[in-house]
């Protein structure tokens, strides 16, 4: 594997994530955005991550010496350098086809194309590229510093030398790759969504309030969070979207999204990001 150098578009949550896993496995990054406003937010992000996990010793390695690793780039072109790109842009398929198309074109034949979705069809996404045998899904967990699973997901065309080299990359950044079949959802989503949505439908039949369903996850099914305190940390647009992509994909009634979780989305309580979710986060 001649993997030195990786691209990785979009510095959100997931992106800077991403990066930040990569440059402390000891590769070059190149982190890109539309903005340098959000790439500055990502590396202050990166920066506090790992001052956090090398105090306690959940890494080793200098902070400044694996910041240094990491380039900031607004031009998406520059990614011509990489040898290997991560999309990692919002998770909507307009937004990702945009996306995807050019890097497809700037991209040297031989580069592994990947993306981050949770949910959208890796072969949708394969047909709107001219590699589909080179391109895949790469499904890292929320947080990527600490969370240890990534999914991989060929498409119809992935090869299975794209698929080794993707294993390989993952086990080099310290993940446990699990490969997942190309169904909406894949295996995380399709699993804990639903849940999500379910708890949902819990608190809008007052069935128990915020706090009574999280309590009951947390000490009755021993989860570290409770289902809606996740789905705030998620983002309720995102969650939202899975179950659209999971109702449309099986046209199953219980996929169905829950009312209330729709009528959240459309007031702007978005969960941590926007401060305000089934929790508020507004002295935060």
Do not use: W
Request: with cysteine.
């Amino acid at each position: 594997m001649n993997i030195k150098k990786i691209g990785v578009v979009g510095s959100g949550t997931m992106g800077s994530g991403i990066a930040q896993v990569a440059a402390a496995s000891d590769f070059d990054v190149m982190l890109n955005d539309v903005d340098q406003m959000f790439l500055e937010r990502a590396l202050k992000t990166i920066d506090r991550s790992l001052g956090k996990m090398i105090e306690k010793g959940k890494i080793d390695g200098d902070k400044d010496q694996i910041l240094s690793r990491i380039r900031t780039v607004t031009d998406l072109n520059e990614l011509k350098e990489a040898d290997f790109v991560v999309e990692a842009v919002y998770e909507d398929f307009e937004v990702k086809k945009n996306v995807l198309v050019e890097l497809d074109k700037l991209l040297g034949p031989e580069v592994v194309l990947t993306t981050n979705t949770s949910s959208i069809s890796i072969t949708r996404l394969a047909a709107l590229t001219q590699r589909p045998t080179s391109f895949m899904g790469m499904h890292f967990m929320n947080p990527v510093p600490l969370m240890k699973l990534v999914e991989l997901i060929k498409g119809i065309a992935t090869s299975e030398e794209t698929f080794e080299k993707v294993k390989q990359l993952a086990e080099k950044l310290g993940k446990v790759p699990v490969e997942a079949n190309d169904f909406p959802g894949f295996i995380a989503n399709r699993i804990l969504m639903p849940m999500i949505n379910e708890a949902v439908y819990t608190l809008m039949e007052g069935v128990g309030t915020v706090e009574a369903v999280d309590t009951v996850m947390k000490l009755g099914m021993n989860h570290p969070m409770g289902p809606l305190a996740l789905a705030d940390l998620i983002g309720l647009d995102v969650c939202l979207y899975i179950m659209e992509v999971l109702y449309d994909g099986f046209k199953d009634s219980k996929y169905r999204p829950c009312p209330l979780l729709k009528k959240m989305v459309d007031a702007g309580y978005l969960g941590r990001k926007s401060g305000r979710g089934f929790y508020d986060y507004s002295n935060q």
